[in-house]
């Protein structure tokens, strides 16, 4: 007899704050099995460039996870950590646009992420505590502090768990 199932749907959003950011979208109890995750995610950031001979976010890689860990964890980074168990892992691409000429600020928004996707492989929660589902953002930034760098985060999701 097939087990049976439940939706589970999230949303989540950080701030433009940080080079780097994870958001709790749900939670896997124990001896359930996170069954497939449909996502989409967005990522924004307003920065000037130093000239305008400067492309927006010139060398800046900006990588995106989605992951199961302990709920007891803390941020998860997705450059940093690239060998854990990603669901998904990826880098964000940009579309820019000139939103003051005279410093030279561009406005960037992510063109990856938009659609939803299916992020496959079942993960079960054998561990006897909870799982939290993270989504995250980490950025390279060879020159340090820049507000190019430093993006805005919203992410949704749909996942299917598999109850015990």
Known sequence: MA???????????A???DPLASVDL???QPNETLGAVWWQY??????????NATPPLDNVVP?????LVDSASGQVTPLTNITEDWLWWEMATFDH???NNIDFAYMNAS???GDQRKAKGMRKND???NMTLKAAFETYDPVGGQAQAAFSFQVACSALIILP
């Open 26 to 28: 749900l939670t896997v």
């Open 111 to 113: 063109n990856t992420g």
């Open 15 to 17: 701030g433009f704050t």
């Open 127 to 129: 561990s006897g505590v």
């Open 97 to 99: 646009v000139l939103v």
């Open 42 to 51: 967005s990522l924004r950031s307003i920065g000037n460039v130093p000239s």
């Open 3 to 13: 087990r049976p199932t439940t939706w589970r749907r999230s949303f989540n959003v």
């Open 63 to 67: 990588v995106v996870g989605l992951i």
